[in-house]
Each structure stands twice: as C-alpha cells, then as structure tokens.
C-alpha cells in the first residue's frame, strides 16, 4: 500500500506513543483523532478491490454514521503502515447502518425483524461491525492470519470493555462462510431475511451476534481461539494492545456526539464494563 509521507508519520507517531516492541499493534481511534485516516485508507482500498467501491460512494454511505465511528486499526510497525481495520459504530442518536440497511435494502422494518429472533438484543449495549478489512499484503500465509486475528480481538474485547454485548453486521456470504470456519460460527441470522446485493457484494445477509453466548460455544470448540478473542492472550509475542477499557473508553470519550456519553454509561452500568 503506497501511503504519503503524513501518513507514514501518523503510523509511527502511534508506534512510539504506545512504545511497543512488537512488530504489529491494534490501536483504537475514534474519528476524531487525524491517525483515523489510516482506517479509512484501508477501506477504500480493499473494498475498491474486491467490490469495486469507489471512494465516494464509501464516504456517502458512511457519511450519517462518521461522528459514532471507532476505527479499530492494526499497524506494521516495521513497514509503518496499516495491516487492517474495522470501523465499528457505536450507540448515538444517529444509529446504526446495519440496522437502517434492513429497511433500506430488505424492505422489513427492523424491529419487527429483530423480534422474530426471539433474542434478548439491545441495541443500546451494540456495536455495529461497518466494515472490516485487511489489506492484500497481510492476507492468509502473508502474516500467519495474525492480522485477522487480531481484528477480531479488537472487535470483541472493545466492545466488552465498552459494555456492548451484542454486534450486528451485513456482510458478504463469502465473508460468513470464512469468518464462521475460522473462528466458531460467531453469527446469528435473522429468520425470513435471505441474501441480497448490498453495496455492489453480490450476497450479503444481515446478522447479528451475542457475544456471551458465542463465548460459551467457542470456549467448548476451541479454547485456543477462545483466549485470543475473548481474553486477549495468544497473541502478544507479536501483537501489542493498550488496555481494552481504558482504550475503548477513551476513544468513545472523544466522539463528538451529544448523546453519546448517556448511551454508553448506561451500556457499561449493564455489567460487562
């Protein structure tokens, strides 16, 4: 990936800010912070590449949930530049995009798409999972499926440390399929919505995930991948991260969002903070 000079620098200023001696590190930017730019780099990249995106569709459908954005990045330390990302949206007044995208896309109003499931899901204690994305140079044997690896660490320590037991996401059936083979089948669907093309992705379904009871069947698969995902431990010979409550909370804290703080204090008083 061919990043400016700025971007270079913005890839070791968080290098040195952390102090790691790893070679790879997970770092968790809200959109505020400029070192978010490298998130969104990764996104018109890949997604330019596999679905043909161009830049400016990407920054219109995202554009509503852009100030409720946390960008979850993994930076090569060595190289100085982004290995991955995820963008999760958090809870705010502007909601969440895969839950409008329901309506929008599968004409079904969400509530009563989420009442079908007969779950528990709240989406005042939800991160939505916009996107997530690894570059071609990190892919499979490239990095030992580490950087993925460490994408969806990032995504569910952050969002337990964040008081959010619950995901939802629209993704590829592409994605599912390897996501589901390689980590435990981490997603829900819901009942009488079938694949459709989303955002030039050929098949994408809407899911939705409980993280505590994922948890409980991972841990009975696969505890290995249970401890990497859901207590941060496997992966540090390689793999710095900052503290996932104090990390997540302050990034969520610099979101310029005025319900912002209402919505996640009462997600944290929940228990899961």
Known sequence: MDLDLDLRERCAALADRSGAAQPFGTYVLPATDP???LGRIVERVVFGEYFANTPEMLAEEYAAYEAASVFLCVIDHRR????G????IVPSTAGFKSVHDIERVWDERPGDVIARTGSDLDL???WDVATLATTADYRGRASEGLVSLALYQAIIMGALAGGAPWLVAVMDLQVIDLLSERIGSPFSRYPGIEPRSYLDSPA???????LEGYGR???AQ???IHSILFDGIGLEAALWTADWKVATREAVARLDLPAQADSMSAGRSAGLS
């Open 35 to 37: 070192a978010a730019e």
């Open 80 to 83: 100085l530049v982004p290995a």
């Open 85 to 88: 990302v995820s963008r999760v």
């Open 124 to 126: 005042q204690r939800c």
């Open 204 to 210: 994408s379904l809407p899911v939705y995930v409980d």
């Open 217 to 219: 069947r991972l841990a």
């Open 222 to 224: 696969d505890e290995a």
